[in-house]
């Protein structure tokens, strides 16, 4: 009985979250413009997408700042990674705790944060203000993949290669990094994730530019289009495709 109950549970919780999404990718592929009848299958919307040049622009925004802030916070992440391993237990302990607090904290507290921060510093509010705060998000998703690699690592490999004749920087980058490649990895695939698919500190951090979420929502805000189902079904897919590729490298990398 019990387990009958947790099944039922499971299953409408599951249709709960899910079933909206089932019926916007369906729709995505309605031929009508209305929602009330089915005008039958139809790529229309889809190559309405690709035709739109406003929805081009913000899919090239959205794809480079999520490029460029998954390299800049994987190559951050990692050293402040290695730095904190290299601590003694209390300082470490401190800047663990202060790393976590941009993960904890709503995003619309830091989006807000961030932009009284740019507009103190007088600093215009668009592309590159956007882009900062992603990578200000991001490097803490690499510094924690990356920081359970390092404690699995044997602690005499660094010295033993400081023995053999190498640098510190050598030993970092022939011995270290080989060791925790796989937590770098997932790290930057995932700063790339919630990158790809932010909409509230990107929209307190910029006035100027619009990356796809952003344009999902202005373009809501005067009534629902088909082509927002299609944009909004190709974004589902692929933040779900990147989710299960770093799913199945956290399971290979504990197998």
């Given at each position: 009985m019990?387990?009958?109950l ?6 409408l919780m599951l249709?709960?979250?899910y079933?909206?999404?089932?019926v916007m ?6 031929a009508?413009?209305?929602?009330a ?11 309405e997408?690709?035709r739109?040049?406003?929805?081009m ?6 794809v480079?700042i999520?490029?460029f802030a998954?390299l800049?916070?994987?190559?951050l992440?990692?050293l402040?990674?290695?730095g904190i391993h290299?601590?003694?237990s209390?300082p470490?302990?401190?800047l ?13 507290v ?7 921060l740019?507009v103190f ?5 668009g ?5 900062m ?11 924690f993949?990356?920081?359970p690699?390092?404690k699995?690592?044997n602690?005499n ?6 023995d053999?004749?190498?640098?510190p ?5 022939k ?5 925790i490649?796989p937590?770098?990895f ?8 919630m990158s790809l698919?932010d909409?509230?500190?990107?929209y307190f951090t ?9 344009l999902v ?5 005067r009534?629902?289009?088909p082509?927002?189902?299609?944009l909004s079904?190709?974004?589902?897919v ?5 989710l299960?590729?770093?799913?199945r490298r956290?399971k290979?990398?504990?197998?």
């Amino acid at each position: 009985m019990k387990k009958t109950l947790k099944g039922v549970y499971l299953s409408l919780m599951l249709i709960f979250l899910y079933a909206p999404i089932v019926v916007m990718i369906v729709y995505s592929f309605n031929a009508s413009k209305t929602r009330a009848r089915w005008g039958g299958f139809s790529l229309r919307w889809y190559e309405e997408l690709f035709r739109s040049r406003q929805i081009m622009d913000a899919l090239s925004t959205t794809v480079s700042i999520a490029v460029f802030a998954a390299l800049v916070a994987t190559v951050l992440g990692t050293l402040a990674a290695i730095g904190i391993h290299a601590m003694k237990s209390k300082p470490a302990k401190v800047l663990i705790n202060i790393s976590y607090l941009p993960m904890t904290m709503p995003d619309i507290v830091t989006g807000v944060s961030l932009m009284l921060l740019f507009v103190f510093s007088r600093f215009p509010l668009g592309y590159w203000s956007m882009l900062m705060a992603h990578i200000t998000f991001d490097t803490p998703y690499v510094l924690f993949s990356v920081l359970p690699k390092l404690k699995q690592m044997n602690v005499n490999l660094y010295e033993a290669a400081l023995d053999l004749g190498c640098t510190p920087m050598q030993a970092v980058r022939k011995v270290i990094l080989p060791q925790i490649m796989p937590g770098v990895f997932t790290g930057a695939l995932l700063a790339f994730t919630m990158s790809l698919d932010d909409f509230v500190i990107s929209y307190f951090t910029t006035a100027t530019e619009s990356n796809l979420s952003i344009l999902v929502y202005s373009m809501a805000r005067r009534g629902i289009k088909p082509t927002i189902n299609a944009l909004s079904a190709l974004m589902f897919v692929v933040v779900l495709v990147l989710l299960l590729l770093i799913n199945r490298r956290s399971k290979l990398e504990n197998v």
